[in-house]
């Protein structure tokens, strides 16, 4: 999906968390098409998804724990599951099947042009993107330097197109009502980009209406999902804090020294819509 359009008073949230309307899938990470292949028992060792996020090192480890916690929502009877089984009813293990990429190079800093520093429009760098209806065992690449994994981000005045400014300050990241780099934002994000491969939701990238859209579906996996989305992080914060090493250390990394000035200004964010964050682009 495009890149979502934030203002700060309201904070959009982009559904695709994505730039563009289809988008390639590497193609050595696909597996088959055969559903009958993707029937995983409930063990590591049936679970080839599970090994190749190890390898991911650090931010493979924390793609590997949201995906754990979407899948013992989805595996539970309850309403947010229920919705996905009534897109799809092998909803557990068509998301177990889908293979995950790291966008390394994917944008970083939140832009603004520079007209619209005084109203506070801004651009977050895009979560994560999948495309729209699409097979077992299908792609979600989540961006290594967006909302999933990071809390903040530099802010960047644009006179155009080509004319990146230097770093003005910094902001914190989100997604939904969720701050970024936490356990709820990144199982939003997985949530989200689901419901683009079962084509739940509209396209929301490569639109003009994207971020608009973008902020509609975040807002639809929301209304379904919310309370099972809190529930499950409290549930995984009783974990012991060995079940996954990489949840300190890259949160201590994704936040520089201009945190307590971010810290001041965070209430700002949700004055409009009290708790409810509109936030950064699924793509």
Sequence with gaps: MIPALWRFSLVLVSSCLCATLVFSQSPAR?????????????????????????????????????RAEVLSILTAENPCSA????????????????RFSLDSEGAGDITTLAAWTDDGRYYQPYVARTRQNVSWGSTITVN??????KYTAPVRVSSGANNLGPIKS??????????????????LTLLHEYGHVLDMLPVDAGVPSGPLLSTQNTDTVLRHCAPLIQAQAKLSRKKPAEYFPAQASL???????????????????????????LPPRFE
């Design 144 to 149: 290594a330097n967006g909302a999933f994994f």
């Design 251 to 277: 949160a201590l990394q994704s936040m520089p020294s201009q945190v307590v000035g971010l810290r001041q200004e965070r209430s700002a964010l949700y004055v409009t819509r009290a708790g409810v964050g």
């Design 30 to 66: 696909q597996l088959p098409t055969n559903a009958d292949a993707f029937h995983f028992a409930n063990n590591a060792a049936a679970d080839p998804v599970s090994e190749e996020l190890k390898s991911l090192g650090e931010q493979g480890q924390l793609i590997e724990q949201a």
């Design 83 to 98: 919705w996905y089984r009534s897109a799809e009813p092998e909803a557990v293990d068509k998301f177990r099947s889908l």
């Design 170 to 187: 910094f902001r914190q990241l989100v997604v939904g009502r969720y701050s970024g780099g936490s356990l709820q934002a990144r199982m």
